[in-house]
């Protein structure tokens, strides 16, 4: 199985700041990730597929990375309703793998 | 647009079954693919399997391997999610989603396990 380790597993950041959010496979996955948003109690909302294409209805300060082994998901400029848990997903092979997940908190 | 609704909540004993249902209405089903993936309290998300209901090809996880079954009907476009020999670890919201975009959700199904 491929394993997606995901970091930090939280943050404590302000509105404005610019936050990262890394996801390395234990093997290669070329682009075949995503990243969602979940807020409490409600579902996953993906916010970036293949990588790096930014999902239709999404804010442009979403930005995503990466091919192979090594992912990225950038805020670029953190605002009120971004502050959630992410998550990464390959779907390069079965089992498909969730990261473990980031909480990005209010400082 | 489509929209996926699952069954309530469920409340079993441990060493019992569950299955939930996925009806999926006003878009594709049997192509697309529907995924099962649950979140016990607190922790993150844990895919679990798949099916693609036109040719019937299931995946899962091998954390459930032998334990769990998915099926479809494609006559209905209802995907379901059987879970067996529960635990009371197994206790999460189980949710379906479509597609590998994981898009839409259903709105998720508590399932809780308990003496």
């Known amino acids: 199985d491929i394993q997606m380790t995901q970091s930090p597993s939280s943050l404590s950041a302000s509105v404005g700041d610019r936050v990262t959010i890394t996801c390395r496979a234990s093997?290669?996955?070329?682009?075949?990730l995503s990243w969602y948003q979940q807020k409490a109690g409600k579902a996953p909302k993906r916010l970036i597929y293949?990588?790096?294409s930014l999902q239709s209805g999404v804010p442009s300060r979403f930005s995503g990375s990466g091919f192979g082994t090594e992912f990225t998901l950038t805020i670029s400029s953190l605002q009120p309703e971004d502050f959630a848990t992410y998550y990464c997903?390959?779907?390069?092979?079965?089992?498909?793998?969730f990261g473990q997940g980031t909480k990005v908190e209010i400082k | 647009q489509v929209q996926l609704v699952q069954s309530g909540a469920e409340v079993k004993k441990p060493g019992s079954s569950v299955k939930i249902s996925c009806k999926a209405s006003?878009?594709?089903?049997?192509?697309?693919?529907i995924s099962w993936v649950r979140q016990a309290p607190g922790q993150g998300l844990e895919w679990m399997g798949r099916?693609?209901?036109?040719?019937?090809?299931?995946k899962y996880a091998q954390n459930f391997q032998g334990r769990l079954t998915i099926t479809a009907d494609k006559s209905t476009t209802t995907a379901y999610m059987e879970l067996s020999s529960l635990e009371p670890d197994d206790t999460a919201v189980y949710s379906c989603?479509?597609?590998?975009?994981?898009?839409?959700w259903g709105q998720g199904t508590l399932v809780t396990v308990s003496s």
């Open positions: 997903l390959q779907h390069n092979s079965y089992p498909w793998t």
């Open positions: 989603a479509k597609g590998v975009a994981l898009d839409p």
């Open positions: 093997q290669g996955i070329r682009n075949d």
């Open positions: 293949a990588a790096s």
């Open positions: 099916i693609i209901p036109i040719v019937g090809i299931t």
């Open positions: 006003g878009g594709t089903f049997n192509t697309a693919g």
